[in-house]
């Protein structure tokens, strides 16, 4: 697997973009602005006690999802009791091809309470997603470790945030 760092990918905007949405950076006139300064159409839904301070250093797991697509359903409760079970990971969603409702009733389904990104695809894009599920897994200093595609279990998810520590 070629190793792909955080901060040249596009898991950086999407990180500054969660960083701006919980009031730890300034934004565009659109609400959003990514790691480069421009603006994002996306949109960035974190839930309501979300601290960026608290995930410093610490490994992140993006999770690549369409609330349409089967196999992400099949995934999404193992994906809860992951990231419920690994309180010092951050987790981040990000809604691929779907647009906010559909994600959100997704992620209240399920009940995922990690951040969530509605991508306008370039997300998707510059992290060379071609399937859904994917997941990937960064370890702290922001570089990627492994990557999941199709859905997962949390034993998978366990075995490869075991790479990102």
Known sequence: MASRVLGTVAAVAMLVMVLAAAGCGSTGADGQKDAAGGSYAGRIIPPAEFAVADFAGKPLVVNMFGSWCPPCNMEAPELAAFAEQNPDVQVVGVACQDDEAAAVGFMEEYGLTFPLVVDDGRIVQETGTTAF?????????????????????????????????
């Open 133 to 165: 599920p994917t997941t990937i897994f960064f370890d702290a200093g922001g570089v990627e470790v492994d990557r999941i595609v199709g859905a997962a279990t949390l034993d998978q998810f366990n075995a490869s945030l075991a790479k990102a520590q």
